[in-house]
Structures are given as structure tokens and as C-alpha cells.
């Protein structure tokens, strides 16, 4: 069965004005389901006239009514659920349990959204003189241009929808033209929820000549991103010629900090389902363990045990534990990191190996031994693979932990109050996990330090990326 992804501009699903389009790939068999369209210039330009329009007419809708249609779109995505979580798993290969629980979380977001729009107020500053009058007044910022990835298709586009659509502005969304099916989706239960189909447009294209175009358009106030760093300041500096604000939810290589007090097989489990968790495709995702001397043999045989046991499959079999990557650009960059581990002398415990020869499979890979200058180190791996490093001296960890350009998560395990708030204190990160795993849940802000990100989306401030301030002074 092969499928149509098409834009979807006010409403309606078209095809491209000069009909172009590229295949979209399974990557549990390397096969395409479908071919999606891409927009040409002049369907952009058509895109962010209808915008201008969407600005006029959902600006207008009251907070309150704003807020009662993403909650009902969140209420469609959830009826829904186990539809939609085929259409994620068969693009982007996370198994049918993790598609589930995104589009849970991307309902979350839009409820949260909604809950917020209800409470978007201004404020009256007194004057210092008799008469004076001062009105802090939010504005919509207007329209947002919004480039999501295909690592949580729908939950880092959801968002981005709930943020921009709560405030009043219209968003033009360019997903990763290799998952497009799951914001499509998000888009039609926004729109059949009652949206102003003028508000809410997907488009696919070359992601350079799509961005381009959007940024540099005048019309276009707001810019926000979720991908590599690379990319975001490319953008970020497009949208700084432009004068444009930006959001940038950019990537990480989290730090894990467990210390000799805690259980290690236990941790060892709960740190492996984190790790193997979307084939480790996640930008909070625990990425160099940091293990206490004391307990790191029995944590690293453990972890090293259940990645042997890990069950790797197509994400539709209910017994898979993780999928594929999600690309063959992703196969290739880990390969090459655990290759250049490998060549360094790292011990590779666990995996280090494509599975298969059909679809974008890797083992899930344990490393020891692995040599400070290797390049797994330094570069986010963005797959399925633990390097794991015992350590003996606290403030060289931590010096290790914190010296990197990323800042996005962080995690410390132990039980001992005065070394966890020491520990929490002197991690550079805009997220600390302590004692757990870590997802985004909508009722706390989520932003990355340092090259992981400008700004934060999410928490009761989840409207602040798409409002602007008009201060009236009145005499
Ligand atoms: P990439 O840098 O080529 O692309 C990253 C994302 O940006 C993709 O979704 C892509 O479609 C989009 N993109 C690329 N060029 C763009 C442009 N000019 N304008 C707008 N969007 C553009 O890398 P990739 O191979 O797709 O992904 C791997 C890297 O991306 C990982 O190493 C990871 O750091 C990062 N990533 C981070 C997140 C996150 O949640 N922060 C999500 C996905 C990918």
C-alpha cells in the first residue's frame, strides 16, 4: 500500500504547482510508501498569503474559543491514536508502543496550549503622575515559521502548533520531508477541530530553498526550529538579517552521572530503556555514562547484557524493543563513530554492527575503553550507542561532563542529598534528571544552554515564543 503525501494548505490536500515529489522510505525495509510533494515558489508565496489572511481572522477568535479548539483537536488526535500511530511507525520506525505514547504527548501539548490561551492577560503598570495610564498589552507576533524533524514528527511539531496557534498566529510548518505523514495529521485534526484554515499550513520541500524563502519574507514575523545545531545557526543567522526572533531546540550529548551509592543493575536497566528508546534518536537522550569506579563493572555487564538481549525489529511487530534508525544517513554516521571508536582501541561490548540487509538497522552498542579524543566524545551521536566511562575523581567528570559547546539534558543517579544538589548545582544544562529517565512534559519549560538552543518551549511560558509587547502609555 503506498500512500499521498501532499501539502495541505487551507484545508485542502493538493499537490505541488510544478509536481514535483520524492519518495518516502519505510525504514524497517528500505522500501518507499508513498512520494510526497514538494511546493514550488510560487505555492510558498501563495502559502504566506493566505497566512496574512489567517493572521486577521484566528487573531480574531477570543483566547477563550481558541483555547476550547485545541483542546477538541487534542480529543480527535487521541480518538484516533491507533490509526496514526501505523502512520508514524511506518515512517519514521519507532515501535507502535513509543508511536502511541508521542501522539499522547502531542494531545498533552495541545491541551496545554489551549489551557494557556485561556490565560493570556496584559497588565496596568500605575503612573507616576495623576492621569498617567500604563497597559502592558500581549499581541499575537504574527506569522511563524516553524521547521520540524523526523525524530518526533508530531510531538516537536504539536509544540510548535500549540504555542503559535494558542497566541493567535497563524504557522506555516516545513516538516522533514521524510516523515510528513504524522504532521499532516496533526494539521487536519487542528483544522476538522476548527482552526481557521487560513492559520495552519504544512508544505514540503528542499529544506534550504523552503527556509530561504520563508524567512526572507517580509510577512513572516516569528522563526522556530528543532534539529542540529549546525542547521539552527544557519537559520538563526537568516532570521538575525532579517530581524527576526528565532526558538531553537537544537541538539545535545547528555552527560549520565552515576554514582557508587546506587544499585547498579537497577540503574543499568532503567538507563538502557532510555538509551534504546527511539533507537537513541533524541536530543535528551542519555549519551556518555559517567559510571563511579566502584560499582562501573557491574553496571557496564549488565548494560552490556541487556543490549545483547535488546529485541531489534520492524516497529510494527509488538515484540520489537527498538526499531531502525530512521535514515540511512543516520546508519552511516553512527557506523562511522563506532568505527573510529573501534580504530582508537575502544572495546565494543555490545553490537557495533548494521543488523539485517533490508531497512536501517544497528545493534544496540555498548563501548568501554573508549579514548578521550574519540570523535564518539565529542560528536552527538544521535543512535543507539553507550560509550561508558568509569571515573574516580568528581571535579574531572564534571569538568569532562560540562566541556562541551551542548547544554541541553544532563542526569545524576545517587541517593545522597548533598552530592545530588552538588552535582545539580554544577552541571551546565537546561535540564537535570535526577534519579530518572527524561521526556518533555508540556507543564515545564524545555530549552537547551550554550549551542543546544535560544529559548525555551513549553511550562506556562509556552505562549512567549509567539507574543510580542505593546506598552501604552496613556497621559
Ligand atoms: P540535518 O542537520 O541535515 O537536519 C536536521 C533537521 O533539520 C532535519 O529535520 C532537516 O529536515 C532539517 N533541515 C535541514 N536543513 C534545513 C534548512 N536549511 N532549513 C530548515 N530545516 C532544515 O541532520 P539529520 O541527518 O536530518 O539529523 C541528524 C542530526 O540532527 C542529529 O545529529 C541531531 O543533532 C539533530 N536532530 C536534533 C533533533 C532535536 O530534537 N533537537 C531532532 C532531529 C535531529
Not at 34 to 61: C, F
Not at 270 to 283: D, R, V
Not at 314 to 320: A, R, S, V, Y
Not at 327 to 355: F, S, Y
Amino acid at each position: 500500500m503506498t500512500s499521498k503525501f501532499q501539502l495541505f494548505i487551507h484545508g485542502v490536500c493538493r499537490e505541488g504547482s510544478e509536481g514535483q515529489s520524492v519518495d518516502v522510505i519505510n525504514p524497517a525495509t528500505g522500501l518507499a510508501i508513498g512520494k510526497v510533494a514538494y511546493a514550488s515558489p510560487t505555492d510558498i508565496e501563495e502559502v504566506v498569503h493566505l497566512a496574512e489572511q489567517g493572521l486577521r481572522s484566528w487573531s480574531a477568535v477570543p483566547p477563550w474559543e481558541r483555547g476550547r479548539i485545541l483542546k477538541d483537536a487534542a480529543a480527535r488526535l487521541r480518538a484516533d491514536i491507533d490509526r496514526i500511530a501505523e502512520v508514524i511507525t511506518r515512517e519514521q520506525g519507532k515501535p507502535l508502543a513509543e508511536a502511541h505514547i508521542e501522539i499522547d504527548r502531542s494531545a498533552d501539548f495541545l491541551e496545554w496550549g489551549g489551557e494557556q490561551a485561556r490565560r493570556i492577560a496584559g497588565r496596568i503598570v500605575p503612573g507616576r503622575r495623576p492621569g498617567q495610564h500604563i497597559e502592558i498589552q500581549p499581541h499575537p507576533i504574527g506569522i511563524v515559521a516553524a521547521f520540524t524533524p523526523w525524530n518526533f514528527s508530531m510531538a516537536l511539531a504539536a509544540k510548535k502548533f500549540a504555542g503559535a496557534l494558542a497566541a493567535g498566529c497563524p504557522i506555516i510548518c516545513k516538516p522533514s520531508q521524510e516523515t510528513p505523514g504524522s504532521v499532516l495529521e496533526l494539521a487536519k485534526a487542528l483544522v476538522a477541530a476548527g482552526v481557521h484554515p487560513a492559520a495552519v499550513a504544512v508544505i514540503f520541500g528542499d529544506a534550504n530553498r523552503v527556509s530561504t524563502q520563508l524567512i526572507e519574507s517580509p510577512s513572516v514575523a516569528k522563526i522556530t526550529f528543532t534539529g542540529s545545531i549546525p542547521i539552527g545557526k544557519r537559520l538563526a543567522a537568516a532570521a538575525g538579517a532579517a530581524m527576526k526572533p528565532v526558538t531553537m531546540e537544537l541538539g545535545g550529548h547528555a552527560p549520565v552521572i552515576v554514582c557508587g551509592d546506587v544499585d547498579p543493575e537497577a540503574t543499568a536497566e532503567l538507563l538502557a530503556k532510555a538509551k534504546f528508546m527511539n533507537a537513541g534518536q533524541i536530543c535528551l537522550c542519555p549519551s556518555r555514562f559517567f559510571v563511579e569506579a566502584s560499582i562501573a563493572d557491574r553496571f557496564t555487564a549488565r548494560f552490556a547484557e541487556l543490549a545483547r538481549a535488546w529485541k531489534v525489529g520492524d516497529g510494527m511487530d509488538p515484540e520489537t524493543e527498538m526499531g531502525p534508525l530512521a535514515n540511512e544517513r543516520r546508519v552511516e554516521a553512527i557506523d562511522r563513530l563506532v568505527e573510529d571508536a573501534r580504530q582508537r582501541g575502544t572495546t565494543i561490548l555490545a553490537g557495533g554492527h548494521k543488523v539485517g540487509n533490508q531497512g536501517y538497522f544497528y545493534a544496540p552498542t555498548v563501548l568501554t575503553n573508549v579514548p578521550a579524543e574519540a570523535a564518539i566524545l565529542h560528536e552527538e551521536p544521535f543512535g543507539p550507542v553507550a560509550p561508558i566511562l568509569p571515573f574516580s575523581d568528581e571535579a574531572a567528570m564534571l569538568a569532562e561532563a560540562n566541556g562541551l559547546e551542548f547544554g541541553l539534558s544532563s542526569y545524576v543517579f545517587t541517593h545522597d542529598g548533598e552530592r545530588q544538589r552538588r552535582l545539580i548545582d554544577a552541571l551546565h544544562y537546561g535540564v537535570v534528571g535526577v534519579n530518572g529517565g527524561l521526556t518533555h512534559q508540556p507543564e515545564a519549560p524545555l530549552g537547551g544552554w550554550k549551542e543546544s538552543g535560544i529559548d525555551t518551549e513549553g511550562g506556562i511560558e509556552i505562549l512567549d515564543p509567539y507574543t510580542i509587547t505593546k506598552h501604552v502609555n496613556l497621559q
